[in-house]
Each structure stands twice: as C-alpha cells, then as structure tokens.
C-alpha cells in the first residue's frame, strides 16, 4: 500500500530510479518508488549505464 503522502515519487524501478533512490535515501529525503511491474526483469532499457549509477548499485 502507497502512502498518502511522500516528497518524490520515482516512478521506475530500473538502474536510474533504483540509483536515484538510493540518493534520495542517503540524503533523507521521503521518497516512494513506483514501477508497473510486481517484479524485476533484470534487464535494462537504458543504452547506457555510467560507471557511477553502477557504482550506487554495487551492493
């Protein structure tokens, strides 16, 4: 269930909205993230992904 309320909403789960999250995250900003799929398709759409947002990802 979504909050009534949140400060960004990210809509897309893909490397930059996952990316963005974590900034948002580490920054303290509320933030919801939204993606029309219940899962991950562990694919990319992005042509290309910088060395950074891979980076932020690296667990």
Known sequence: ML???TEVLV????PTGLALSIALHQAG???V???RLA???NTSRAGVIH???L???EP
């Open 3 to 5: 909050p009534d309320t």
């Open 33 to 35: 993230v939204v993606d």
């Open 11 to 14: 809509i897309g789960a893909g």
């Open 29 to 31: 900003v509320d933030h």
């Open 51 to 53: 060395a950074q947002t």
């Open 55 to 57: 980076e932020t990802l």
């Open 39 to 41: 899962e991950g398709l």
